[in-house]
């Protein structure tokens, strides 16, 4: 809707399009950082070919899923720690379900553990807003039960993924990897109709200022509950990336993905208080840190050392940023 | 509720309403109506339980006891989301625009009708780009942008609670034109607020409340003020000096600072100076200079630089060019810390990000002490103890609520603020807006503290955002405008049409420099 020019607006009306830039300026400057990277690589690896840039996706895979679905809680004003034993639990119950199940079952399953992890996560969120108990505790202990049911149920690593359902997770889609595909179906299936809809707004307000948003009559409960739907929803989807990456179910392969989630969300530009930022930066930030893993992993560096420099990268990052925050808020 | 005779029936009927927080009750028994095509003020002292009743009618918290109908017909609600069903719409005293969010999407947000909010921010003379963030609009702006989406509603009762608090003079007679038009056209208002120029100005009835009950709704005729006053006091106001703490030396201590000397005016030492202050953007060469038992008033609309002189003297900002000098030492402050430590201190007007909500008064006032580097180690309860009752008892600090300072009313926890700085010791005090939202009874309590705090030696810088206060409290007052000292009036000059024409940078004779 473009109205009428406001009466007595301020003179200086930046254009639309670089106002849009600047609010998102995060988010480029990540895409371009890893932009810049994969140049990089290209230049010192000549070698490098569609079969590289798919393994990075798939590699990159689970971890952008989880940052999605952390995402989600965190523009909420929330945090889920439960998001890495929830991909644990799927992964383990999906590889259960799907060891002799066809092509088509498995996607069937694949949809109905992802409405059973969105009620879960619903649930979550439920007893958060009805006691009052902080998020960080609740889903420490949810984290505990989905950890502790997945290693119940498999307490050994087992299951199996029909070749096919793997491929529509980890394979190519013409040239383009599946991944990238499954990421961006995700986008418009599960997040933009939510992120565009009064929800969405919702989310986003409770996120930002929890009191004016109640004062401003929005449902506070029902915002915070739907984020943890969503972060549910999109953590059985990385669920599933670990089972078609590894065709099998392993009750520890998640539990990593909690802090790196954390860490991809704060590195694509989330603000941990709520209410700013999106999607596309922290799945740009989870490729950043797998492709940086991959490089030093390619360059032999040890894998443990790796880790340092990954969370290196993240403090760097986020104190650049707040450096310039701050030299912009004492100009 | 059977039907009862009435020629006409109210709009808002509120009966025998009563809230308790635990042990604390906050509404007894209050009553309230209000007629259709009304301006109708609700008064009442901090702690009188006016907060509470708006907070109840407008559906944040739920009553224990009493009845509230619409036009006669009885309403409940569960959230702030079920008030303007009935036809009630709230301007609340924060504002509650989400601030990340674009102001096209506040809007979205409550389901205003963009149209509607335009029209009557056009009503006011205003406007605001609507894909700027909330969050970067200036706090006035907020205020009637709160204001325009409410009216927008088209609600059959508005309730202002403080809206004029956070206006400059200007800004508060364009939101009286448009209460004027809603009235006109059969509308009611339900207007909190703490100044009663206002009040009259605007309202037609007032109701006031005292410790939690109406005592009275009046007409507002002539000299309605003294009534109003009379009535929010109860009998405290038959003796206003019972408050006057016992004189120095009998149990209260006066901080070796303070008690320095009680020098006259001109001869007393220079306390604090300030030469050419400037920050880009807010303050350009700002110099004033504060003798020991001065009060010095600074008058100015919303942003002229009156923020950025505070900071920078409290050493929460620095300076891009000017000096400081303290007692006639250079004080170039890099933290507030710096500042405290020269005795320079500041109550903020922020009361909430002066205090610790969740401590106890005593450790809110402590909490300066424990700075001290010959305070390391073990906390001296008994001294502790002492500074603190000292201070409690020379501020009538109500202490009731004492063990979470965020339970007691806004007044109260003022007193907690300047309580701290007696307790700790100081030359200077810069007040800004100190009685902002404050009852009438505590803010001549506070008058009276700072000409105390005066008469004992110390400084005091005080920005007041209510120009009536200026000659009441101060000896000489400084009017900012874009940034400069436009104008020193000694404060017996400083009658409030001399200091509105002044703030708005008329009537400027003494060119500043």
Known sequence: MTGPPAPGAAGRRPIAALRAVRRSAWTVAIVGLLGALLAVEKLVHPTLNVFDMQSLVDGALPLCLAAMAQTAVVLSGGIDLSVGPMMSLVNVVSALLMTHATNGQAVLIALGLMAVAAAAGALTGAVIVATGVPDIIVTLATGFVWGGLALHIMPIPGGAAPAGFAALMTGELGSVPSGLVVILAALAILWEPVHRSPAGLALYAVGSNRAAAYLSGVAVGRARVTAYAMGGAFAALGGFALTASTTNGNAAAGTSYTLTSVAATVLGGVSLAGGRGGMIGPVAAALLLTLINTLLTFEGVDPNFSLVVQGAIVVLVVMVAGLVLVRRRGA | ?513
């Not at chain 2, 739920?62 to 709230?90: C, H, K, Q, W, Y």
């Not at chain 2, 909010?117 to 205003?126: F, G, K, S, T």
């Not at chain 2, 009040?199 to 007032?206: F, G, L, M, S, Y």
């Not at chain 2, 206060?469 to 007052?477: M, Q, S, T, W, Y």
């Open chain 2, 1 to 513: 509720m059977g039907r009862h005779p009435m020629p006409a029936v109210n709009l808002l009927e509120v009966r025998g309403v009563s809230k308790r927080y635990g042990a604390v009750v906050a509404l007894r028994s209050a009553s309230l109506t209000v007629a259709a095509g009304e301006v109708h003020a609700l008064l009442g002292a901090n702690g009188a339980g006016k907060s509470t009743l708006v907070k109840i009618l407008t559906g944040v918290i739920r009553p224990d006891a009493g009845t509230i109908e619409m036009s006669g017909r009885p309403v409940r609600f569960a959230s702030p989301a079920s008030a303007p069903r009935a036809g009630l719409a709230a301007v609340f005293q924060d504002p509650s625009l989400v601030p990340d969010l674009t102001v096209r999407q506040n809007l979205r947000l409550t389901g205003a009708d963009p149209a509607g909010v335009r029209r009557w921010l056009a009503a006011m003379d205003l406007g605001v780009d609507e894909d700027d963030l909330a969050g970067d609009l200036p706090l006035p702006l907020l205020r009637i942008l709160d204001l325009a989406r409410a009216l927008a509603r088209e609600p059959r009762l508005l309730i202002l609670d403080e809206i004029t608090a956070a206006l400059p003079a200007d800004l508060v007679e364009r939101v009286f034109h448009v209460i004027r038009r809603w009235r006109a056209q059969g509308r009611s208002v339900l207007f909190i607020s703490h100044r009663l120029v206002e009040v009259r100005t605007i309202c037609d009835r007032a109701t006031v409340l005292r410790d939690g009950a109406d005592v009275g709704t009046l007409v507002l005729a002539e000299r309605a003020e003294q009534q109003i006053v009379a009535l929010m006091l109860g009998p405290m106001a038959a003796s206003p000096e019972a408050l006057r703490p016992a004189g120095p030396g009998a149990g209260t201590r006066p901080d070796a600072a303070v008690r320095d000397r009680a020098g006259g005016a001109s001869a007393a030492p220079l306390l604090l100076e300030a030469r050419g202050l400037a920050v880009s953007g807010a303050l350009r060469g700002v110099s004033l200079s504060l003798r020991a038992g001065e009060i010095v008033g600074v008058a100015a609309l919303e942003g002229q630089g009156q923020d950025a002189l505070f900071d920078c003297l409290a050493g929460n900002r620095r300076a891009d060019a000017g000096e400081i000098r303290v007692a006639g030492r250079t004080l170039a402050p890099r933290t507030p810390y710096d500042a405290i430590r020269a005795g320079v201190v500041l109550v903020p007007a922020d009361r909430v990000h002066a205090l610790l909500p969740q401590r106890s008064v005593r450790e809110n006032i402590a909490l300066p002490l424990y700075n001290r580097a010959a305070r390391w180690g073990p906390i001296d309860l008994r001294d502790e103890g002492a500074r603190a009752g000292a201070a409690i008892a020379r501020l009538a600090i109500d202490t009731r609520a004492q063990r979470q300072v965020r339970r007691m009313s806004g007044g109260n926890q003022q007193k907690v603020v300047v309580a701290r700085w007696l307790a700790a010791g100081f030359r200077v005090m810069l007040c800004f807006d100190p009685t902002r939202g404050i009852d009438v009874g505590t803010k001549r309590q506070i008058h009276r503290l700072l000409r105390d705090l005066a008469a004992a030696g110390a400084a005091v810088l005080l920005f007041t955002s209510e120009l009536p206060e200026i000659p009441l409290v101060c000896d000489r007052v400084l009017a900012l405008y874009e940034g400069r000292v436009v104008r020193e009036l000694p404060a017996r000059a400083a009658d409030e049409a001399t200091l509105l024409r002044v703030v708005h940078g008329l009537a400027r004779e003494e060119p500043p420099g």
